[in-house]
């Protein structure tokens, strides 16, 4: 994935409030940059101080800027065990909210049973669980080499949406989440291509298992959350015909373009002043606000 200094890893506070201000961003939720992830795969002696540094970190921020940011906790993933503990030690911190976990664990209800531990502490204190498309330690990551013609659009775009709706198959269509009513699931980017392959889903199993529920049921009725980071109009009307408006939230990449992306993008959405409020603020701070404290919204000056 290459190298980068650890000075790119962190935003200026100030700045980053500024941003938010100019926005009308009224809370962010920190999690560790992607790019970054590699320190929850280095060995458990390692990765545990790092994890530990970042998350009291990111708690100290959320308490010396109440109400702005909450956060994600970042795990030592080498050892399940020992991330789960450190999961159940991060929930006790003000601000944190849940976890940011790869999407490669949830690839396939096998790859998922590994990640129960996390679940079954998300599911005790009623948490999120973030699942963000990224390698589990010792997976090949980025799939795509970087000397293949148009490699940031595959792996960026191809690769990623493919792999997050094979997560929103694990996660909707099997019964891994049975034993977790009370934990937050949340995939990113609209859950992959789900929204506009479903009706091809649907009439495949038409064909193929006709006696079974349609796969487009049975993800409506799921309790995953979707965020709406980096599409259109269309696509978020899409995500709201198949999984509600309630289960949608605003999702940025907290960066300027990023919000003004989604700002428009929702905008333009034909989706109604309810639906689109709920996406803006509504569904999110009803998430957070029992995990941490939320402000109030505040719309963007003119």
Same mark, same amino acid.
């Given at each position: 994935? #290459?190298?980068?200094?650890?000075?790119?890893?962190?935003?200026?506070?100030?700045?980053?409030?500024?941003?938010?201000? %100019?926005?009308?961003?009224?809370?962010?939720?920190?999690?560790?940059?992607?790019?970054?992830?590699?320190?929850?795969?280095? @060995?458990?002696?390692?990765? *545990?101080?790092?994890?530990?540094?970042?998350?009291?970190?990111?708690?100290?921020?959320?308490?010396?800027?109440?109400?702005?940011?909450?956060?994600?906790?970042? *795990?030592?993933?080498?050892?399940?065990?020992?991330?789960?503990?450190?999961?159940?030690?991060? *929930?006790?911190?003000?601000?944190?909210?849940?976890?940011?976990?790869?999407?490669?664990?949830? *690839?396939?209800? %096998?790859?998922?049973?590994?990640? %129960?531990?996390?679940?079954?502490?998300?599911?005790?204190?009623?948490?999120?669980?973030?699942?963000?498309?990224?390698?589990? @330690?010792?997976?090949?990551?980025?799939?795509?080499? #970087?000397?293949?013609?148009?490699?940031?659009?595959?792996?960026?775009?191809?690769?990623?949406?493919?792999?997050?709706?094979?997560?929103?198959?694990?996660?909707?269509?099997?019964?891994?989440?049975? @034993?977790?009513?009370?934990?937050?699931?949340?995939?990113?980017?609209? #859950? #992959?291509?789900?929204?506009?392959?479903?009706?091809?889903?649907?009439?495949?199993?038409?064909?193929?298992?006709?006696?079974?529920?349609?796969?487009?049921?049975?993800?409506?009725?799921?309790?995953?959350?979707?965020?709406?980071?980096?599409?259109?109009?269309?696509?978020?009307?899409?995500?709201?015909?198949?999984?509600?408006?309630?289960?949608?939230?605003?999702?940025?990449?907290?960066?300027?373009?990023?919000?003004?992306?989604?700002?428009?993008?929702?905008?333009?959405?034909?989706?109604?002043?309810?639906? %689109?409020?709920?996406?803006?603020?509504?569904?999110?701070?009803?998430?957070?606000?029992?995990?941490?404290?939320?402000?109030?919204?505040?719309?963007?000056?003119?």
């Amino acid at each position: 994935m #290459g190298e980068e200094p650890l000075s790119k890893a962190f935003d200026e506070v100030d700045f980053h409030l500024a941003r938010m201000n %100019r926005k009308g961003v009224s809370t962010s939720v920190l999690s560790l940059l992607g790019s970054f992830c590699w320190i929850e795969a280095q @060995p458990l002696e390692v990765s *545990l101080s790092l994890c530990r540094l970042f998350n009291d970190s990111v708690s100290r921020l959320c308490q010396e800027h109440e109400g702005r940011f909450a956060a994600y906790a970042a *795990l030592p993933l080498v050892d399940i065990s020992a991330a789960a503990a450190e999961f159940e030690r991060a *929930l006790g911190l003000a601000g944190i909210v849940g976890t940011q976990v790869p999407g490669n664990a949830f *690839l396939t209800r %096998r790859d998922a049973e590994a990640m %129960r531990p996390v679940l079954e502490v998300a599911n005790r204190h009623r948490a999120l669980v973030f699942i963000h498309h990224g390698p589990r @330690p010792g997976d090949t990551f980025p799939k795509v080499a #970087g000397d293949t013609d148009n490699a940031r659009r595959r792996n960026g775009t191809l690769d990623m949406q493919a792999s997050l709706s094979s997560v929103m198959v694990t996660l909707c269509l099997t019964d891994y989440l049975a @034993p977790y009513p009370d934990a937050l699931i949340h995939v990113h980017n609209l #859950g #992959g291509n789900i929204p506009y392959e479903v009706e091809r889903m649907d009439h495949r199993s038409l064909l193929d298992t006709p006696k079974e529920e349609l796969p487009s049921a049975r993800i409506r009725r799921s309790q995953v959350y979707v965020d709406c980071n980096s599409f259109g109009a269309r696509a978020i009307e899409a995500a709201v015909r198949l999984y509600g408006a309630d289960r949608i939230v605003c999702g940025t990449d907290g960066t300027e373009f990023g919000c003004e992306w989604t700002s428009k993008a929702l905008a333009e959405a034909e989706i109604g002043e309810e639906a %689109r409020d709920k996406i803006l603020h509504r569904n999110a701070a009803a998430m957070l606000s029992p995990l941490a404290t939320i402000a109030p919204l505040e719309r963007a000056a003119a």
